[in-house]
């Protein structure tokens, strides 16, 4: 029965599970100032896993193993390289954290998170779904209220709980309701028997809105974005980034895989859906964005405009459609860990998270202000980082399935979007310290800064300027939806 | 033709940018230097490449150089140079290097000129758009020109917001900014869906614009897609009404990004204009090229009209900028061959000269802190050979014959008087005012007697800035005594033009 493929299709996972084994046991025999070295293992541990995927665990034709609970194909297997990245940087970022780098359970909790994540990404079941969306957010929940002495993350960690749970919740009825009419759990036996015809198009679309709530929670699209800018400005900040990216991120790859295998006969309507939500949640975020004061809150409203970018290249519903969320998430996942962890070594710092305390920081630390741009710039949408080809690529596939009408909303809100980006840069760059000497003031990376931001700066630019490579992976991922 | 002269052209200044980013902050001369370096070399190549154009007679697009870069959208890097652009690179290459020559400045007790305050950062920015300009003239993929496109434009906020004149400079960044982005994600809409009706049109997948042409686009879609595209490039063309942000931005920019704004800049968006617009939706031209030649007719005369009244020396050159832009797109409007040469020639003449202007009145400012015109006066017994350069720059805004102005508007005149005479007669009006500012300024700033709050205080010139002016001046004096350097190459330009449109 446990044949290589088997093995391989789960190759991360069991590795990941070693890792926390490991991390386990050696971590309380440390000093408590050498405990921060988790996030080294972490991070390493992660790098050889990735190796090690990429060696042993490449799939091959698309096959649906363990009694058809997990898909072994390439849409799983790029997303699951996607979130053991981003968890990798977020361990870096972690380390020198100054309440939660200490503690070795923050790194436990986020691998146990990435492991549901990766199963979020593989799940052809609708049972092993929802575990594997309950493994990976329970451990978020705690991530993010992790700083107890903390009210505001507190906060956090309780509010994102309740959404979570509530909307979850929802979520588990509508897949009830989806076993009740078609007897089967199975995503892609489901596919089949709603081709048959036997559910009523209303009873389909309530089941599919019900499900909604719970991606949409998950990705944070309208309206149910409320928990996003709490979460983030409370939870500490190498964990808002994780949340803004990978988790969000592993809700895209449940929706590709749901609507585009599960659900492909009733396309007309849910695309409608999905365009009006997307058009939705570009605006209002675009909108709120542009009064913050708080950098974490603006990521935050970025975070969930960009949920909205993403979500037209699904409303698309072809091969370019999902090959280009695929291009977008992978170039918006590097670019906003890049923003939070110049935003996470400001802080560190500095303590201050407001956007007029980065007054004069071009001066302080020229690198990370640069950093700082090219991320900023890269949300904004501007070559050469990743974020100006991916926008392209998402609006092209909305042209291509005659949604031109949502792209010239998507394009507007971008237009928004190069204010309020270029409104942060401004102090970064125009605007000096009030009444100090900026030379007095410098900002040093440690180096696990450095190479974390190093290495995502590298990879924004890389898949903004060389990015046949990264299309191609994308491209192979979505091909084998249909 | 396998050396890559292109490539190394577009990408030198990247490659400079990020070498000056790696240097120590506190090496401001070897910064200066490096940069100084980089555009001389561009330059050289920039000038060879013209000049090989030129001697060798060729025709159509030449130095092609084709990089598959994403082949399963049929995104190519793909080079090459023809009559309308080979100018137009050149100039690039020559306002990037008179760019940085006034911008090195100097300092000391009497004066701060150039560029001062983190000149490392500055030069990297200005390097950035200056690659990103090269690789819109060169850019034969439309994807790959619009990447180049937006490459150019970001930096602008940041080169005038940081170093800018500091009254307006925000204002003014985020108003730029805004104007060009909006412009450039409209045409954009229009391209991807050109992009998809060629795909559907000829099955072919690709953003090849020698393929586009091809396309069979239908007479409706071109009608419908003509405007946004083309308006969309225009905006950076400073075609009015959205020509607002170009004299705020001018008046904020430090010097030689003013002289990169009007001289290249601006260019960048009647190119594209041309190149996208009118080259690849030619039905959609014809169609509405009534709309552009009124708008086009509106700015040269608003805009000379309006520059007549400035009192800053800076915005005076801002709205005459965008009157002679003016001129470029009434040009591109009559689709026939004079007004095209005459655009083509325009964008170059106009290019060097607008750059000329802003290096003076930069210098000028630097040494007296005003620009208000009233306040200025007797420059010419500082700075007798800025005087010589302004005068010759004004010849050339006049359109005097001997000079490269009147060799673009000439034909620009006689073109719109083929298509519609009496357009002509009301866009000569501009002719008269813009002589009329042009000696009244002249005569006020450099030749009426010196204020005393200058006296005794105002210097005179580097070295280095007399070398860009001369450098400035020599173009436009040799295009306005030998049009045979730089018409008959444009000329072979507009046939390519002329036959998309169909042979009028």
């Known amino acids: 029965m446990f044949t290589p493929q088997i093995f391989a299709s789960i190759l991360p996972e069991i590795l990941i599970l070693a890792l926390v084994m490991i991390l386990l046991v050696v971590e309380p025999f440390w000093k408590v100032d050498q405990r921060r070295n988790a996030g080294w293992l972490t991070a390493g541990g992660l790098f050889i896993i990735m190796i090690v995927s990429l060696l042993f665990g490449q799939p091959g034709e698309p096959t649906s193993v363990l009694g058809g609970m997990i898909r072994f194909d390439w849409l799983g297997f790029f997303f699951k390289i996607l979130f053991m990245f981003a968890a990798a940087v977020t361990a870096l970022l972690l380390m020198d954290h100054e309440k939660a780098g200490q503690r070795g359970e923050a790194y436990v909790l986020l691998l146990v998170s990435l ?16 575990l594997a969306i309950e493994t990976a957010s329970i451990p978020l929940y705690i991530l993010a209220g992790f700083l107890l002495a903390d009210d505001r993350s507190t906060e956090a960690g309780f509010k994102y709980l309740l959404f979570g749970t509530v909307t979850s919740t929802v979520m588990l009825y509508g897949f009830s309701l989806i076993f009740g009419f078609a007897g089967t759990t199975n995503i892609y036996k489901l596919a089949e028997i709603l081709a048959a015809g036997n559910l009523s198009a209303l009873l389909a679309f309530s089941v599919l809105a019900l499900i909604l709530v719970g991606i949409g929670f998950k990705i944070a699209i309208v309206p149910f974005q409320f928990w996003a800018p709490d979460v983030y400005e409370g939870s500490p900040t190498p964990v808002a980034g994780f949340l803004s990216t990978a988790s969000k991120a592993a809700g895209f790859a449940v929706v590709v895989r749901l609507f585009f295998v599960a659900f492909p006969d009733f396309a007309p309507s849910w695309t409608l859906i999905l365009a009006a939500l997307s058009a939705l949640t570009m605006t209002v975020g675009n909108l709120l964005a542009i009064s913050q004061t708080n950098v974490k809150r603006l990521l935050a409203y970025s975070s969930i405009a960009h949920a909205g970018y993403a979500l037209i290249g699904v409303v698309a519903f072809s091969q370019l459609g999902a090959a280009s969320v695929v291009f977008y998430l992978a170039a918006y996942i590097a670019t906003n860990l890049l923003a939070f962890g110049v935003v996470m070594a400001f802080s560190r710092v500095t303590g201050l998270d407001d956007i007029k305390d980065y007054a004069g920081m071009s001066r302080r630390n020229p690198w990370l202000a640069l950093m700082m741009l090219a991320a900023f710039l890269s949300l904004t949408g501007m070559p050469p980082f990743g974020g100006f080809v991916a926008k392209i690529f998402v609006f092209a596939a909305g042209v291509q399935a005659n949604y031109t009408w949502l792209v010239i909303v998507g394009i507007l809100n971008s237009i928004i979007g190069v204010y309020y980006y270029l409104n942060a840069m401004k102090y970064v760059y125009l605007y000096r310290m009030p009444n100090e000497d900026e030379e007095n003031h410098p900002i040093p990376l440690t180096r696990s800064y450095a190479i974390a931001l190093a290495v995502l700066m590298l990879g924004v630019i890389l898949i903004g300027t060389v990015f046949a490579p990264w299309f191609s992976w994308s491209d192979a991922a979505a091909l084998n939806l249909y | 033709m396998n050396f890559p002269i292109l490539s190394i052209i577009t990408f030198l200044p990247f490659v400079a940018a990020v070498v000056m980013l790696m240097m120590p902050a506190e ?155 909006i412009g450039s994600v409209v045409s954009i809409v229009g391209v991807l869906v050109m992009y998809w009706a060629q795909y ?156 000329l202007f802003f290096a003076i009145t930069g210098m000028i400012y630097d040494r007296t802190h005003t620009r208000m015109i009233p306040e200025l006066g007797g420059i010419a017994k500082v700075m007798p050979f800025a005087t010589i350069g302004f005068i010759i720059g004004g010849f050339v805004s006049m359109g005097m014959p001997g000079f490269s102005g009147f060799i673009a508007e000439f034909p620009i005149f006689m073109g719109v008087w083929r298509e519609q005479w009496f357009v002509a007669v009301i866009a000569s009006i501009s002719i008269i005012i813009t002589a009329a500012y042009i000696m009244m300024n002249i005569r006020k700033v450099f030749f009426s007697p010196m204020p005393v709050t200058l006296e005794g205080h105002v210097g005179d010139i580097t070295v280095l800035d007399k070398v860009a002016i001369s450098t400035l001046c020599f173009f436009m004096i040799v295009i306005g005594l030998f049009p045979a350097v730089m018409v008959p190459m444009v000329e072979r330009g507009v046939e390519n033009i002329l036959r998309l449109l169909g042979g009028a």
């Open chain 2, 27 to 181: 090496r401001k001369t070897e910064v200066r230097a490096v940069a100084l370096a980089t555009a001389a070399i561009d330059l050289l190549l920039a000038g060879w490449v013209y000049l090989q154009y030129l001697l060798r007679g060729m025709t159509g697009y030449q130095f092609i150089e084709t990089y598959n870069w994403l082949p399963a959208l049929g995104i190519s890097l793909k080079f090459g140079v023809d009559g309308m652009s080979a100018p137009l690179v050149l100039l690039t290459g020559i306002v990037m290097f008179t760019g940085v020559l006034i911008s090195w400045g100097e300092n000391n007790e009497h004066v701060s000129a150039g560029i001062q305050d983190r000149p490392r950062e500055f030069f990297a920015f200005l390097f950035l758009l200056a690659g990103g300009v090269f690789g819109v003239f060169v850019s034969l993929d439309l994807f790959m020109l619009f990447f180049f496109y937006e490459i150019a434009v970001f930096p602008m906020y940041l080169l005038i917001a940081i170093w800018g004149w500091i009254k307006t400079r925000e204002y003014a960044a985020m108003k730029l900014t805004l104007y060009l982005f």
């Open chain 1, 115 to 130: 492991l549901g994540m990766n199963l979020m990404a593989v799940s052809a079941d609708l049972v092993m779904l929802y």
């Open chain 2, 200 to 355: 559907q049109n000829t099955g072919v997948l690709s953003f090849d614009m020698l393929q586009m042409e091809s396309a069979g686009f239908s007479s409706t879609f071109q009608y419908i897609w003509f405007l946004p595209v083309f308006l969309g490039f225009a905006v950076l063309g400073g075609i009015w009404p959205f020509h607002n942000w170009s004299p705020d931005g001018h008046v904020a920019a430090p010097t030689a990004v003013s002289m990169f704004h009007a001289g290249v800049l601006m260019k960048l968006g009647a190119f594209a204009a041309l190149r996208v617009g009118v080259m690849l939706l030619p039905e959609g031209a014809k169609q509405w090229s009534w709309l552009i030649m009124t708008l086009a007719v509106i700015a040269v005369v608003y805009g000379a009209y309006i520059a007549f009244v400035q009192t800053d020396l800076k915005y005076m050159i801002g709205f005459s900028s965008v009157s002679h832009m003016g001129l470029v797109m009434l040009g591109f409007s009559t689709l026939n061959q004079n007004g095209l040469t005459g655009a083509g020639v325009q964008m170059f003449s106009h290019g060097v000269m607008t750059a």
